[in-house]
């Protein structure tokens, strides 16, 4: 809707301001001043110039006169029909909204995704981000997760298909996952076994890239899912 409004839309008001019968060119100027923020605007609008500028030539001769129509004949004037104002704020446009693409994707606006899991997690299913009940005494660990724990310490990271090593979770400063410890060979599966909000979604969401892994390192074919989240993505596809 945005597009529809800032680009056909607003390309048409701006025409229909321009019609010397109103006199509303001036203002007509002043909306265009603002629209040309949007990308979808300034490319209708330097569609526009260009066809102008090609019928202005084919009516005027500029080896006799300086300005036709008010217009100088130069293609890449900044003012219109000229298009260099239009192509200026469409690479700068392109510049901003990749920049972000690119920071979002890498994972740099790291409030961002925070906010978005505490509206949609948090909010939408009434649920506490808590990995368990902290008024539950911390219970003795089994001897084959101390095994594991063993393991994986004196493990490295390329003889496993997975391997994960102390991974933690926390939301707002608690943990809803803690220390996970596992090391796992080609052709084997394994699963997640816990209370409702015992944290195997966000377990799970952290190897995928869904989510930060707030301490700890877990790797996938020995490509280290912090730094290189996209070949992880590659290998999982």
């Not at 809707?1 to 019968?21: D, R």
């Not at 019928?55 to 500029?62: A, D, L, W």
């Not at 900044?78 to 994707?105: A, Q």
């Not at 660990?141 to 724990?149: A, M, N, P, Y």
């Amino acid at each position: 809707m945005l597009n529809i409004t800032t680009g056909a839309m607003g390309f048409l008001i701006v025409m229909i301001m321009e019609i010397p019968p109103l006199s509303l060119k001036k203002q007509g100027e002043s909306v265009d001043s603002y629209l040309i923020y949007f990308p979808h605007y300034a490319l209708c609008s330097g569609i526009r110039n260009i066809y102008f500028s090609h019928e202005v030539y084919s009516v005027c001769n500029f080896s006799i006169t300086k300005e036709c129509f008010g217009w100088d004949g130069n293609y890449y004037s900044w003012k219109s029909p000229g298009i260099s104002r239009n192509l200026t704020y469409l690479f700068i446009l392109g510049l901003v909204f990749h920049t972000l693409l690119l920071s979002i994707e890498y994972m740099k606006i790291l409030w961002l995704r925070m906010i978005w899991f505490k509206n949609r997690y948090c909010k939408i299913f009434n649920r506490s981000p808590v990995g368990h009940d902290m008024t539950t005494p911390f219970l003795i660990e089994d001897s084959d997760v101390q095994l594991e724990k063993i393991l994986v310490k004196k493990s490295n990271p390329e003889d496993y298909a997975i391997y994960i090593n102390d991974l933690v979770k926390r939301y707002n400063g608690v943990e809803a996952v803690k220390g996970i410890d596992l090391a796992l060979n080609s052709k084997e599966c394994f699963g997640l076994l816990g209370s409702n909000g015992a944290g195997k979604s966000s377990t799970f969401k952290m190897l995928t890239g869904d989510t930060l892994i707030s301490s700890g390192n877990a790797y996938i074919c020995n490509k280290m899912i912090k730094t290189s989240m996209n070949k992880v993505r590659v290998t999982l596809n």
